[in-house]
């Protein structure tokens, strides 16, 4: 994956930078020494590195406001920062970029149970929005995996989903308004507590923007009232083929579970190896999630029973306790850091039609010969979003650029079968340049064109998202 | 012009030397301009893919609503966003097409839970007013690959673009509906009841409160579906839970809960009244304070406050700019739905964001063709 080269003349200003900007942020808001930059040289996709210029860690929009202006002026590049754990590559510097970092905007503003919503600040995380609200019973519903670290502002720009997405939507059915500041230093706001926009829906635009056309400082976030219960049941099956064809029937069939979750046989064992959430030995398992009070959960779950017992299931077990929840749970969310125990692995994120699943499963499992690289599959199957684990050897040269090739064709496959190359984990670098797999020339200069009204020199992430072909002759300008 | 395939209308659009009056089923006259040459998306029709499996629906834009609804209805599907029918409210003819919808963003009462059409639209296809044809989203749920052009296009007003084809969410069905009913509430304790209703967890899918009801009284109405036993748990569960405003009634026959939504959702309340007619969006609980402030006019509530819908009779001193001021003053917006356009349909936007909207535009569409009297510029303020 290459990054452009540092441009020498900005290098040069560092000094002068540096000078400016400690002359609007705090002392400890501006990390200059290599020593302490490093720590920001990547986020979770970690086979990429680079270390920044500086780094800037402003605590309030005005600060936010007088950072940017400064290197809008000097025409240095900036590149936004949440928590850092972003799998694309989205936060990656290059060595010519300023790293702003929202970590200090980690304040709760507002809460409004009235009118249900709540009004942060974007470096707060995931989990201690929900945590701010969860005592009056309210809850914010998006829940990345990485829920406990991830910033809001690193939500709002990749547009994050989660496990519950199916019933809940994800980031920008639930994001009310932001306020942002652009690529000059002008602090907008766009929507709020009530509903609708005025005007172009421009919240929309900039929700899954990549950091690309401002940085999110305040949100306003819908919360929801915590259902009375929630239950889940796990139904096993001897091949992939009918579980995707379960997965269809229960949608079909008018229930709308809160989350349906899949998983294959390598991943199944690894995860049981790991949390020992008493998973069975059978090649695909469906995790379904419901939501209700006691008798609601059961009139669902019957339902549900009745149509898996039509594709003869080899195991079909409804949790009976709090504790049997929590560790089924546990287990598909530990997925990811089982595999990790493991053995390297890269994790992909296209979105397919349902439909397609068996289809698609056949496929992977046919490159997996090919490539000579094993994967695990877990993945969001109510919605079609696919999170493949090709598992490598990062000491074995060669070893991570096959996984790479490998990955590109299961996101070429995705897209073949009407999908998309990235459900919920961004473009970042990581699939910047398979973009034209997916769109064509007009559509990407659409985009494009977008990006040139809210930066037009180019400035904010500029390196992300589009192929640096498309983009080249906008970043030099 | 009827262009007949997405090709003609990119043609067409390139090959235009003057403003553009773009329609799809022509029922929202408002939004349209007295100059410029029709171009109809009137035959560009027809469901190009229909899953039910995948809560899937693709059709190109001129295809009418009813023959969405037909094709999901069979499927025991919907669009859960339930766009309103202007036909009633505006005195028009015509037929309703999805493109229509989703240029306008159109979502009725179910909204306040579920979501905007804006939400459930999952890709679509344009041609800008160069004659480009641009793709953005696609159709599945889950998509992050690059800007999401699908959510500027909803709610754009064929500003940017003529659409061609749309992608949406459909959800199923629910077997059951259950429509609770008070009558005597105020403006302020109907509110409060809605916000309390909203904030339980019992998945309210409608809270409206008439000032006028059928029977003349003010009618809180809220809506629960879902499984039948499921329904009517929630509805005792909601009735002990508002006992303190009175004793709510449940109407759960599926024909007359449907009729009453639909009068909300279509403005049934002011369809045979004179006047100006306004949609104000703002937070819930400053809504009966706005009315308030707006001695005159008559309103009625949908998404728990969130939306207004006023009648604003002749006479009555009731301008755009009191109309404006009274949502300004707390957050928000007014549009105007019904009445003299020269008093300006669209909400006047701060310096920035209008700039950042104007920029849109004109890249999007450089000659300024596409609907050129739509939307801020070009309106009176």
Known sequence: ?477 | MTPQTEADLAGIIKGADGPLRIEGGGTRPIGALSNGAKLSTAALSGITLYEPGALTIVAQAGTPVAEVEAALEAEGQRLAFEPMDHRGLLGTEGTPTIGGVVAANVSGPRRIQTGACRDFLLGVRFVDGRGEIVKNGGRVMKNVTGYDLVKLMAGSYGTLGVLTEVALKVLPKPRATGLLRLEGLSDAQAVAALSRALGSPFEVTGAAHLQRGPGGAPVTMIRLEGFENSVAYRARELGSLLADYGAFTLETDPDRTAADWRHVRDVGPFQDREGDVWRLSVKPTDAPGVVADLPGAEAFYDWGGGLIWLLAPEGTGLTARRIRGAVARRGGHAMLIRGDRTQGVFPPLPAPVAALQDGLRRRFDPRQILNPGLMARGEPV
């Open chain 1, 1 to 477: 994956m290459d990054m452009p080269a540092p441009r020498p003349e900005i290098m040069a200003q560092k000094a002068e930078l540096i000078k400016r900007l400690q002359r609007v942020l705090s002392a400890d808001a501006v990390i200059s020494d290599p020593s302490e930059t490093r720590a920001y040289e990547c986020d979770a996709l970690t086979a990429y590195k680079c270390p920044p210029l500086a780094v800037v860690l402003p605590a309030t929009t005005q600060e936010v406001s007088q950072a940017l202006r400064i290197c809008h002026e000097m025409g240095v590049p900036v590149v936004p920062r949440g928590s850092g754990t972003s799998l694309a590559g989205g936060a990656l510097p290059t060595a010519d970029s300023v790293i702003l970092g929202v970590a200090r905007l980690n304040a709760v503003l507002e809460t409004d149970y009235d009118n249900r919503f709540i009004r942060v600040q974007t470096g707060r995380t995931n989990l201690s929005v929900t945590g701010a609200v969860e005592e009056q019973g309210f809850f914010y519903a998006p829940d990345p995996s990485s829920q406990l670290a991830c910033a809001i502002a690193g939500n709002i720009a990749m547009n994050s989903g989660g496990a519950h997405c199916l019933k809940y939507g994800v980031t920008t059915n639930n994001l009310m308004g932001v306020t942002m500041v652009l690529m000059d230093g002008t602090v907008i706001e766009l929507g709020g507590a009530h509903l609708e926009a005025e005007g172009y829906d421009l919240l929309g635009l900039v929700c899954g923007s990549e950091g690309q056309l401002g940085v999110v400082t305040e949100a306003t976030l819908r919360i929801l009232r915590k259902p009375e219960g929630a239950r889940p049941v796990l139904v096993g099956f001897d091949n992939n083929e009918v579980a995707g064809a379960c997965v269809s029937d229960i949608i079909k069939a008018g229930v709308l579970p809160v989350a349906i979750e899949f998983m294959d046989r390598p991943c199944i064992r690894a995860t049981e190896d790991f949390a020992k959430a008493g998973y069975p030995d059978c090649e695909a398992l469906l995790i379904i999630e419901v939501e209700g009070s006691e008798a609601e959960i059961d009139e669902q779950l019957a339902l549900i029973e009745e149509i898996a017992r039509r594709h003869n299931p080899v195991e079909l077990r409804q949790s009976r306790s709090a504790e049997e929840s929590a560790a089924i749970w546990l287990g598909r969310k530990s997925a990811f850091g089982a595999m990790g125990q493991i053995n390297d692995y890269m994790c992909l994120d296209g979105t397919i039609p349902v439909s397609q699943l068996p289809h698609v499963l056949k496929r992977i499992g046919e490159m997996s010969r090919e490539f000579g690289l094993d994967v695990a599959n877990v993945f969001h199957a109510g919605d079609g979003n696919m999170h493949p684990l090709i598992l490598f050897d990062a000491n074995k040269p060669g070893d991570l650029e096959l996984c790479e090739a490998f990955g590109a064709e299961i996101l070429k496959l995705c897209v073949e079968v009407g999908g998309c190359l990235t459900g919920e984990h961004g473009v970042g670098i990581e699939k910047r340049d398979l973009m034209a797999h997916q769109y064509a020339p007009a559509d990407l200069e659409a985009q494009m064109a977008v990006k040139d009204v809210f930066d037009p020199k180019w400035l904010l992430n500029p390196a992300k998202v589009f192929p640096l072909a498309a983009s080249d002759a906008r970043r030099a300008a």
